[in-house]
């Protein structure tokens, strides 16, 4: 090279016309990422406020006008009706225990510049999480902790089951902040209700993905199955639980809970499924119908892959349930393909994302 050659030198400050037009586009697209993730957010958080304080009112309105007012029996008769009619028209986020969530969110929360102000940084779902602390300044200390640190409901559980308030440690807790968006943000399945996007939501893990289907394949090879419904909600104790998958068996006249569990089989899982049955079988079992049946599916060799519960009192129900079923075998190789295939596409989403994040695929349900 020519040093004297002024075309030849090197000058750091500049540069090739392709390598300014690539820094320029990474400029932009740095710039565009950051608009939309800022409306992003300002859209969540609106929609979450308005969704809380929508609540709140409707708890405040049946407190103090219906359950204030008039003996009790007759406001439990009141409250009954009121979200009977309120569900035909708006959907199961009013039934009647949502509804009396509603009126125990008024009445713990009793201020609504305080609410209003809370419902910025707390969606609903982290104010049912609140509800069942019997302490009132326990509740102040994790709301306010959520709105400080932007925590999402799962770490605001995190901070409860560690006592993060009897203890006072919030701030050295293994509690990380949480993203400018809260991940759970929209797969809150009440917000989701709320707009009528009911099974509008997709969880980035391997059970949500491979969940669809699952349930194609128990519908194709199951016969007498019939869908019912995805991501079961049931209120226990106050606390919400969802079922993986509920269908109905036509011919013997049952309903068949469905778990999925990435991984071996735990005995806990079978307490779980026990729980499940027992809620079904009191507030969804129809005259007419059997016990409820529960189908647990695990990914990985264990003791045990795929359990029955709730038959063993009935032996019969078991062979004629499997004669519904392909072999145990079998079903437990499609288990293990279906996994495959959700990891090939899960890393193609990482490998090739598209604009909402997702791999273009229909979502697979709805926790």
């Not at 980035?204 to 995805?230: K, M, N, P």
Request: glycine fraction near 6%; charged fraction near 30%; proline fraction near 4%.
């Amino acid at each position: 090279m020519d040093e004297h050659n002024p075309a030849q030198r090197s000058d750091p400050e500049r540069r090739h016309p392709l390598e300014t037009q690539v820094t320029g586009e990474v400029e932009l697209v740095e710039r565009v990422s950051a608009l939309i993730e800022q409306a992003r957010e300002s859209i969540a958080s609106y929609a979450n406020a308005t969704l809380t304080m929508t609540y709140w009112r409707v708890g405040a309105i049946i407190d103090i006008e219906v359950l204030g007012s008039r003996r009790a029996d007759y406001g439990e008769q009141i409250v009954a009706s009121l979200a009977r009619q309120l569900t035909e028209h708006f959907g199961r986020g009013f039934e009647e225990k949502n509804l009396r969530r509603m009126i125990k969110f008024a009445q713990q929360f009793p201020d609504s510049e305080i609410v209003a102000s809370l419902a910025r940084q707390l969606s609903w779902t982290h104010f049912v999480t609140l509800m069942p602390l019997k302490s009132e300044a326990a509740r102040t200390f994790y709301a306010e902790h959520v709105a400080a640190g932007r925590l999402t409901v799962r770490e605001l559980r995190r901070a409860i089951q560690r006592k993060a308030y009897e203890r006072r440690e919030i701030a050295d807790s293994q509690i990380g902040p949480g993203s400018t968006v809260p991940a759970d943000t929209f797969s809150d399945p009440y917000l989701l209700d709320f707009l009528g996007l009911h099974d509008g939501y997709a969880e980035a893990d391997l059970e949500a993905a491979i969940l669809r289907d699952l349930e194609s394949f128990l519908l194709e090879v199951g016969g007498g199955l019939t869908f019912v419904e995805r991501q079961k909600r049931m209120v226990i104790d106050d606390k919400d639980f969802h079922l993986d998958l509920l269908l109905y068996h036509r011919t013997l006249r049952r309903l068949v809970a469905v778990e999925l569990k990435i991984g071996e089989f735990d005995a806990r899982h079978e307490g779980q499924m026990k729980l499940y049955l027992k809620w079904l079988d009191r507030y969804e079992r129809h005259d007419g119908e059997e016990a409820p049946i529960g189908l647990i599916l695990c990914t990985e060799a264990s003791r045990e892959q795929v359990e029955l519960l709730e038959m063993h009192k009935d032996g019969i129900v078991v062979a004629e349930y499997w004669t519904a079923l392909p072999p145990k075998h079998e079903l437990e190789q499609r288990l293990r393909g279906m996994l495959r295939s959700a990891r090939e596409r899960l890393a193609r989403r990482r490998l090739l994302p598209t604009g909402d994040g997702r791999d273009g695929e229909a979502p697979p349900h709805g926790s």
